[in-house]
Nanobody, 115 residues
Framework: QVKLVESGGGLVQAGGSLTLSCAVSGDTFSINAVGWYRQAPGKQRELVAD???????TYAESVDGRFTISRDNTKNTLHLQMNNLIPEDTAVYYC?????????WGQGTQVTVSS
């Protein structure tokens, strides 16, 4: 049974920073790509950033240069450092892990950026 648990969300003022973390447990022997997605009210879930097992990362244009994704393969953890946050970053953030060609999702963590 694979389980993903996010942490680190909260309320922050515009221009501030937050770091999200995601712990992956269970059958984690073959974790491939992992990533962060977000869903704002009334909008579809969108990719924020992802990173392959080889360390190649990609970012949504809206966060490129402000957010940094990282993973620790020894601890099965995923992080998202978010700097210079803007109100448009307000959303529920989800981590996702691809394990044995199956996608697993966390329960989400709320990030709210006040202006």
């Amino acid at each position: 049974q694979v389980k993903l648990v996010e942490s680190g969300g909260g309320l922050v003022q515009a221009g501030g920073s937050l770091t999200l973390s995601c712990a992956v447990s269970g059958d984690t022997f073959s974790i491939n790509a992992v990533g962060w997605y977000r869903q704002a009210p009334g909008k579809q879930r969108e990719l924020v950033a992802d990173i392959t097992s080889a360390g190649m990362d990609t970012y949504a244009e809206s966060v490129d240069g402000r957010f940094t994704i990282s993973r620790d393969n020894t601890k099965n953890t995923l992080h998202l450092q978010m700097n210079n946050l803007i109100p448009e970053d307000t959303a529920v953030y989800y981590c996702k892990a691809e394990i044995n060609w199956t996608d697993y999702w966390g329960q989400g963590t709320q990030v709210t950026v006040s202006s």
